[in-house]
């Protein structure tokens, strides 16, 4: 496993002087590879080949709480609505839909008419099929019903026209309708319902779809489970894999045709979730954490200068339309000891060992060790912990460990797709809120979204803004530009953001 040593001796201005670590472990896997068939599947001329970093959690849009999970399950469920690129909401599988008067004063109804889409062997999806995944959604137990309990039920009018019930907002009805949880289910993962269909699965291996209907993409889709990122080079080397998401510290590989390569603004942002039901993580214990990240010089160092620091819990980009686009706690290592002394278990924290938790591949452990390193220099002491995904998400939910390294790829445009799941008071643990952190005012606010038919909720996302700022219940750290390796059987120009892993 790549552990990047030399960040170890960073001086505190944090010059760097780049050693052959990566150049030998690189080498070293490469050779390793000769010698190996990396779980050989074979390939159809016409097959394209991307890369997953991990097996899916799971292919029912119910119980995916991973990336890996909803690349794969937008190729195979298709969604009602969907956000552009402003956030706006648009009709997919919906062709039309009208809001009215529901069964009673509290309850509304939004009449959905169905587009009609044929399939290979099948025939189209129909009401039943909406309005059954829809009852499966709110009624499954687990993270998922309480955040669907809005629905209460529907009426089939023909095979192509429905009725919803719900409670609360417009708004918010609209685009829990547009989550990959509430793609709609028709089956099990070999059903003949989206684009493709799941035709075979060998865990931590490959996943093979075929299509079901013509496409731009042809008839299959193989992904590779790859988690190290420096396996995927050796295969795309081989002209054995046609697009892969690529680590920045990998991107200077002699191995990579620039040509190649796609570069993208991040979507997404790193954060550390400061654990909030620790009494000793008060505010000024939190703004002092992130105060003491240098974390201009880690994009530079770490991420080759391909990132940006985020802006609070938003990229730049979701952000620079409405608000200033500076970030909130530049480096300050100074005003960090002085917020730390402030703190309400100060000097007593200095004498405990604060668990830092992260994912062990080479991408977070670059990252989490300069990040630890900063920590020091502040005076905590600090343990990492490096772990599997699906065991550093599962005692995350739990409530375990005091720091823990994540990263968050908003489902939908906007910022409101940043500020409900990952601060609201219902959406602790694997719902999204991994802080655990919860603010009274911020609920108000939340209340006031949820129950409107407004679209423009700029004001108020504002306001949500300006508490968590000045709260920090998360170390803020960076959007990471996205950049995509794209084989010779792709046109770099034409692929869209859909269909990056």
């Given amino acids: 496993m790549f552990y990047p040593r030399f960040l170890d001796s960073a001086s505190s201005t944090f010059y760097v002087e780049r050693k052959p670590t990566l150049t030998f472990s690189l080498a070293f896997l490469l050779l390793s590879l000769l010698f190996c068939h990396c779980g050989n599947v074979e390939r159809n001329p016409k097959t394209l080949v991307f890369s997953l970093p991990s097996d899916p959690i799971s292919l029912d849009p119910i119980r995916s709480t991973d990336l890996s999970s909803r690349i794969v399950l937008k190729y195979i469920n298709p969604q009602l609505f969907k956000m552009d690129e402003e956030g706006k909401i648009i009709p997919s599988l919906v062709q039309s839909y009208k809001l009215g008067s529901g069964p009673s004063a509290n309850i509304r109804k939004l009449m959905l008419e169905i587009r009609q889409t044929s399939v290979t062997n099948s025939s189209s999806i129909n009401s039943k099929i909406v309005l059954a995944s829809l009852e499966r959604l709110r009624n499954t137990p687990g993270p998922r019903k309480?955040?669907?309990?809005?629905?209460?039920g529907g009426k089939i009018l023909s095979d192509s026209e429905l009725e919803i019930y719900f409670e609360g907002g417009l708004r918010e009805a609209l685009e829990k309708l547009s989550l990959p949880q509430s793609w709609i289910y028709c089956g099990a993962p070999g059903s003949i319902c989206g684009d493709f269909k799941l035709s075979e699965w060998k865990k931590n291996n490959y996943i093979r779809l075929t299509a079901n209907r013509p496409n731009e993409l042809g008839s299959e889709i193989l992904f590779r489970i790859l988690p190290q990122a420096s396996t995927g080079l050796y295969l795309y080397s081989k002209n054995e894999l046609d697009l892969m998401k690529l680590p920045i510290f990998l991107s200077k590989s002699s191995l990579i045709k620039?040509?190649?390569?796609?570069?993208?603004?991040?979507?997404?942002?790193?954060?550390?979730?400061?654990?909030?039901?620790?009494?000793?993580?008060?505010?000024?214990?939190?703004?002092?954490?992130?105060?003491?990240?240098?974390?201009?010089?880690?994009?530079?160092?770490?991420?080759?200068?391909?990132?940006?620091?985020?802006?609070?819990?938003?990229?730049?980009?979701?952000?620079?339309?409405?608000?200033s686009s500076e970030e909130l706690y530049p480096f300050d290592l100074v005003k960090a000891k002085e917020l730390l002394s402030k703190s309400v278990c100060y000097p007593k924290i200095l004498e405990r060992e604060l668990e830092f938790r992260m994912r062990g591949d080479e991408e977070n452990q670059a990252n989490g060790a300069a990040i630890v390193q900063n920590l020091k220099e502040l005076g905590l002491k600090i343990k990492i912990l490096a772990m599997e995904k699906a065991a550093l998400y599962k005692e995350n939910g739990e409530g375990k460990g005091d720091l823990t390294l994540l990263f968050w790829y908003a489902d939908l445009p906007g910022p409101f797709a940043f500020l409900d799941p990952l601060f609201a008071g219902d959406r602790f643990g694997n719902s999204g809120n991994r802080a655990f952190y919860s603010n009274p005012k911020i609920e108000k606010i939340f209340r006031e979204i949820r129950s409107t038919d407004q679209t423009n909720i700029q004001t108020k996302i504002q306001e949500t803004f300006s508490i968590l700022g000045e709260e920090a219940p998360w170390i803020y750290l960076w959007s990471p530009y996205e950049l995509y390796l794209v084989g010779d059987r792709l046109d770099k120009g034409s692929i869209r953001r859909f269909d990056l892993p």
């Fill in 258 to 323: 620039e040509e190649h390569v796609s570069v993208r603004k991040g979507g997404g942002v790193q954060y550390i979730a400061i654990n909030a039901k620790e009494p000793c993580f008060d505010k000024n214990f939190r703004k002092a954490l992130n105060y003491s990240i240098d974390k201009r010089t880690i994009i530079n160092v770490l991420l080759e200068g391909k990132g940006e620091v985020s802006v609070g819990p938003f990229p730049k980009s979701v952000i620079s339309s409405w608000n």
């Fill in 146 to 152: 309480s955040t669907y309990s809005f629905l209460k």
